[in-house]
């Protein structure tokens, strides 16, 4: 990890110094808002109803009905941010041949994209946690159940450090930034649905997909279900990811 | 100290870098020439570790540059052909960076900062965003960042590439002050770079070397064409067939209407004989100079009679 820290400094600043991380955090909050005002109304106008109807619903209560669908919104939101935050990231190294001036100073590979990683991950939650508004108004009208606040942000974070080390490795197939974002989307959409939408004919099939998809273990973890295999699989896919990556920046040093 | 032995570099089929050996001295700046893609840049990005080379080795004090990477590394400067520039950074946060990243911290950033502006002259742009520097301004900052943590080793690809002619002069009197006790390689297209700032040459041509000696060697070994100019105020009275007959001239040649190249052969001294010879002719001798071959001329001799080899 020679000369972490420089790097890490290196990425945040240039974050923060673009307009691109306001832009990402205003679209976000933005709708999020929106969707997060429109499932206030509908519950309590839902609640309007289920009150006059006199028997009362299993999980009718504002963490399930508003923040738990609010976390999917969240995911799939970030399916088409998570380029906006990643496609510079090593592309734009070499395009900008600065490159030449990181591989010919004793940094590692390893420090490189740990940097990178952490600093993109590190945008990406400031953004997520900037709706933790949400939950304390609810909780300030109603009341939230606070673990299932916990295992859904958890998710969330997770599902974000996964979806950064994609964009990251897309980032580093390439000098084009525009391809590295298309290519991230691709992936990503690939791995939230595969097992949902893209179902297949056969059960067995299915079961394996879903064991394989982002939007799965994710899921769970917003419906307040603390499975360790889960954190497990969503950890393990960011890493798999990073350490390609590595290997990606490693062999294209034979290319000049 | 750098040496490069046998070190050869593929690109898939084409061979960039075809077998190439040469030794740079601490103290020693070398100048590195060649045609247009004769594999300078690829050579010095397998120096700098950049890039690994297909097959040879390369060391630096010493030290293998692909078994000991981050000590090598750290006591290199390269400048790259394209400065390696973030172009959202201001010069300042820009140098902090590549002082930090080669490991240079706390105190002694500042310092390594303040004496690199200053010897690239750069103290002016110091708080300017560097995208906003005209392009001779990003290659001195481009050089400060290959300067910043005082490395024992320079690599410079074409480091005076688009400077004005006073920044020119500027910047070869500090790349030579620097090579008093440093290890310097230099690439050029300029020749007369090469004859005023460095101590000997390696000129390379399809990725071969072809010539590598010291700049005063390679004169002497080129010496087959020292030839002598004698200008004259009459030269209607000359004549060429009695010079032609005096032993140890290969050729005569007007090389104007008053100027008479004469080709010797290396091993003897017909100077004194050879003017006399002149006076006699009552040609009114206007000028007698040996002409020692110039480095343009080695240039062009090594890399054509390599292409009409190959
Ligand atoms: N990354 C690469 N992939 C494929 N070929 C390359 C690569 N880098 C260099 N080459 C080829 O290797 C050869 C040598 O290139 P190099 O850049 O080393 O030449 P050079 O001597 O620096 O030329 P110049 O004087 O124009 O800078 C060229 O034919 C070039 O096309
Ligand atoms: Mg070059």
Known sequence: MKQFWPLFKKELRTYFTSPIFYIVGAVFLALTGYFFINSIINYS?????????????????????????????????????????????MAEEKKARTMELLMTSPVSITAIVAAKYLAAWIIYSIVILSTLYMPFVINYYSSVVWTQ????????????????????????????????????????????????VLGSASE????????????????ALTDGLFDLRDIVYLLSFSIVALFITHRVIDMSRWKG | MISVNSVTKRFGERVAVNNVSFTVETGEIMGFLG?????????????TGYMPPTEGSVRVNDMDVFEHPYEVK?????????????????????????????????QRIKEAIDRVVELCGISHVFNRLVGNLSKGYRQRVGLAQALVHDPEVLVLDEPTVGLDPRQIVEIRQL???????????????????????????????????VA????????????????????????????????????????????DEKSLRVYLSADVDIRERLAG????????????????PGLEDIFIKVVTEELNVT
């Open chain 1, 149 to 196: 606040i916990f295992t859904g942000y958890l998710g969330v974070l997770l599902l974000g450090a996964s979806m950064m080390a994609v964009g990251l490795f897309c980032s580093s197939l390439t000098d084009k930034q525009i391809i590295a974002a298309v290519l991230t989307i691709g992936i990503l959409v690939i791995f939230w649905f595969i097992g949902g």
């Open chain 2, 74 to 106: 750290r006591i290199i400067g390269y400048m790259p052909e394209h400065p390696p520039l973030y172009l959202e950074m201001t010069v300042k946060e820009y140098l902090r960076f590549a002082a930090e990243l080669r490991g240079l911290r706390g």
């Open chain 2, 277 to 292: 010879e002149i006076f006699s002719m009552s040609a009114g001798l206007l000028e007698f100079r040996t002409e020692t």
């Open chain 2, 212 to 255: 590598s000696d010291k700049i005063e060697n390679l004169s002497r070994r080129f010496a087959e064409k020292l030839s002598i100019l004698i200008r004259v105020r009459r030269p209607e009275v000359i004549d060429i067939d009695k010079i032609r007959a005096i032993e140890g001239v290969e050729n005569v040649q007007w090389s």
């Open chain 1, 45 to 89: 106008r839902m609640g309007i109803q289920l009150s006059g109807s006199g028997n009362p619903i299993e999980n009718f209560n504002p963490t399930t009905v508003v923040m738990k669908p609010l976390f999917n919104t969240m995911g799939t939101i970030f399916i088409l941010l998570t380029p906006l935050i990643t496609m510079r990231l």
């Open chain 2, 35 to 47: 045609p247009n893609g004769a594999g300078k840049t690829t050579t010095m990005r397998i120096i």
């Open chain 1, 204 to 219: 067995e099939l299915t079961r394996i997909m879903r064991g394989l998809s982002l939007f799965a273990h994710f899921d």
């Open chain 2, 175 to 209: 790349i030579k002050d620097l090579g008093k006790d440093k290890t310097v390689i230099l690439s050029t297209h300029i020749l007369q770079e090469v004859t005023t700032i460095c101590d000997s040459v390696t000129i390379i041509n399809n990725g071969k070397v």
